[in-house]
Structure formats: C-alpha cells, structure tokens
C-alpha cells in the first residue's frame, strides 16, 4: 500500500508512452484515495496480487494478477502487466512473469490469462515465450489512433 501512489505515477506514465495499454493518457483518475482503495481491495483477495519491479526505489514495472470472484472463476487470473519503455528487452517483464507464477502455483490458481493488442508483437511474443498460448481474436474489440485494433486472447494452464 505504501507503493499506491508510485504504481499510479508508473501507470499514467506508462499510458503516455505506450498506445499498448488500455487507457489513454489523462483517462486515468488521478484521485489517490479512491486507487489505494481500489489496491486494498484488490490485496485482500486471496487470489489476486501486485508485483512491482523497481530500481533504487523508483517503480519501473508492474504485474497485476486478479483473480475471478465466483465458485466457478476463482481459479483464474487475469493479467496486466507493464514495463516502462527505457527498460524493455531486459528481463523484467519475463521476472514478473516468473514471480506472478510462483505466487499462483502456491495460492492453487489453475490458469492465467490476458489480452493483448494484435499490434503488440513484443508483448505477444514475450507472453508467448513464458507459455501463453492464442486462444482467440476479439475482432476490431478496440479503437486506438483513429483505428480498430484487433484483441487477442491468450492463456495458460498451470
């Protein structure tokens, strides 16, 4: 919780650098209060959690794993994850990934799944290095830059 204002700094940052993430930039609330609430919610659930990656205390890197609510999704995760730009193709993303696991292998969960944009080539073959696999396409599911981007479904069973 005493990193929230940080990983809100690391996300608006990292919707300003990036087309790759979901929110534009300014489309994210800036209101501090209501996101720690929104983080401890999120940490009280057993089958969800954070992981943050960081360098002399500055927040470079992010992996969000939430976990379904109901009987019949609680063993599922999905995953948001992100990298600031001037750290890409050092092992980060692939870290997170690797410590996300762990901590769902210990905690029971039975699959991981995230969607990504079908322009997104290094997120998808990072996802695809560290066993995800394409289970789909949401045709044209976004609008990013003036255009419709295709979404693309992608998991894996633990």
């Known amino acids: 919780m005493s990193d929230a204002k940080n990983l809100l700094g690391l996300r608006n940052q990292l919707d300003g ?33 954070i992981l943050l990656a960081t360098l002399h ?6 992996i ?37 696991e762990q901590w769902a292998q210990q905690q029971n969960i039975h699959r991981l799944e995230l969607t990504v944009m079908a322009t997104n080539m290094a997120g998808i073959h990072l996802y695809s290095k560290m066993g995800f696999q394409t289970e789909g396409i949401k045709r044209e599911a976004l609008y990013v830059e003036g255009q419709f981007i295709d979404e693309v479904v992608m998991g894996k069973v633990l």
Not at 57 to 62: A, D, L, N, R, Y
Request: hydrophobic share 35%; aromatic share 8%.
């Open 57 to 62: 205390e500055q927040v470079i890197g992010f």
């Open 64 to 100: 969000q794993g939430r976990g379904g609510q109901f009987c019949r999704d609680r063993q599922t995760v999905d995953i948001v994850v992100g990298v600031l730009n001037e750290f890409h193709n050092q092992g980060i993303g692939r870290a997170l990934f690797w410590h996300l």
């Open 17 to 49: 650098e990036t087309n790759s993430m979901l929110l534009e930039p300014g489309e994210r609330s800036q209101d501090l209060v209501a996101y720690t609430g929104k983080l401890a919610e999120l940490l009280e659930m057993s089958n969800s959690c």
